[in-house]
């Protein structure tokens, strides 16, 4: 895959919440149809750097560029219509809405305004993407999770986001849900969709990833390809611990 100039730069990025330094001084870019995994031990900060690329939290120090125009000093929902999409953690979608409604949302008030027939037709289009346009119109209650998993992927993708954000998409599946899920985020790949995603999952990461950034106690540790850095000794020692490495 070739890979283009940066779409995605963070550069010299600290958040601390009163004396607690959640992430220090990291820098990374991602290009353009990379696919960049964020990995490293519970409690080191890779969702709270997620969370400050999507505006969900303002940098206390550094910045960060998409397409080379600021956009940590903006708001949340300004940086998802500049082109920036995620998924949480913790699945959210609008319970009282059926799917289909769910994903239009998502066209509606994402990087392009999609309105009326436009959006419906599009929120169609996504949730054939993500293989549930057959539950068009059911509620988001009789779903299972990783089909409530795919209609919040589906009411990102309807955004239309030039970044996609995947935290820990994958957490909670069984083995055989974790397949499928690794499945359609190949697809994503093979689109050349720009992807950063936080995972777990190191055959994910293997398997998905042109590069992984390491964080350990929110500093950066390492960056390379996903095999070189899973097999760096400082890498091991901050999974394992001193004993184990």
């Not at 760096?232 to 001193?242: F, K, M, N, Q, T």
């Amino acid at each position: 895959m070739r890979v283009s100039k940066a779409i995605l730069s963070v550069k010299g990025v600290s958040k601390r919440f009163g004396g607690l330094v959640a992430v220090s001084n990291l820098s990374f870019d991602v290009a353009e149809h990379e696919m960049v995994g964020i990995i490293g031990p519970n409690g080191s900060g890779k969702t709270t750097m997620m969370n400050m690329i999507s505006g969900v939290f303002k940098p206390t120090e550094g910045r960060i560029s998409l397409r080379g125009q600021l956009i940590s000093d903006l708001p949340a929902q300004i940086i998802s219509r500049s082109g920036v999409g995620r998924t949480f953690q913790l699945v959210r979608l609008l319970p009282g809405l059926t799917v289909l409604e769910n994903v239009i949302a998502g066209a509606v008030y994402g990087h392009r305004r999609r309105w009326g027939s436009d959006a419906e037709g599009f929120a169609h289009d996504m949730l054939e993407r993500v293989g549930i346009d057959a539950m068009s119109y059911s509620p988001i209650s009789s779903l299972t999770y990783i089909d409530q998993k795919r209609v919040e992927l589906a009411r990102t993708l309807a955004g239309e986001p030039e970044v996609l954000l995947l935290d820990e998409w994958l957490a909670g599946l069984n083995p055989t849900e974790l397949a499928t899920g690794i499945k359609l985020i190949h697809a994503l790949r093979d689109e050349g969709i720009t992807v950063v995603l936080v995972e777990h999952v190191m055959d994910a990461i293997r398997s998905l990833c042109d590069r992984c950034v390491v964080i350990s106690s929110g500093a950066k540790i390492a960056e390379g390809a996903p095999d070189e850095v899973l097999s760096d000794s400082e890498v091991i020692r901050a999974y394992l611990g001193d004993d184990d490495a």
